[in-house]
Nanobody, 126 residues
Framework: QVQLVESGGGLVQAGDSLRVSCAAS????????MGWFRQAPGKEREFVAR????????YYADSVKGRFTISRDNAENTVYLDMHSLKPEDTAVYYC???????????????????WGQGTQVTVSS
């Protein structure tokens, strides 16, 4: 079992940077890929980024590519999302999720993740 707790959200201005973190507990964290999703008001939750178990592979949604960076520290059981050049449309609740063991489907689908955090609010003012 994996428990996930996000932190670091807040209110920033357009163009600012922000780092959100996801602290994980559980023995399987270091063997799992991890992802970040977000949900804006009135919209469905959407994929943001994913990182492989060892950090060797990363994937991003087109909307954040070049602005966001996902990373992880397995010694600290933590995943990070560094967000730069933030836009008002990045306003959302950001969730981290642990990839489902053995899942071989597409990485951006929610069904591929079986543990979720409670989310952290990121608000970008214009």
């Amino acid at each position: 079992q994996v428990q996930l707790v996000e932190s670091g959200g807040g209110l920033v201005q357009a163009g600012d940077s922000l780092r959100v973190s996801c602290a994980a507990s559980g023995r399987t964290f270091s063997s799992r890929a991890m992802g970040w999703f977000r949900q804006a008001p009135g919209k469905e939750r959407e994929f943001v980024a994913r990182i492989s178990w060892n950090g060797g592979n990363t994937y991003y949604a087109d909307s954040v590519k070049g602005r966001f960076t996902i990373s992880r520290d397995n010694a600290e059981n933590t995943v990070y999302l560094d967000m730069h050049s933030l836009k008002p449309e990045d306003t959302a609740v950001y969730y981290c999720a642990a990839a489902r063991a053995g899942y071989i489907g597409t990485y951006y689908r929610e069904v591929g993740y079986d543990y979720w955090g409670q989310g952290t609010q990121v608000t970008v003012s214009s």
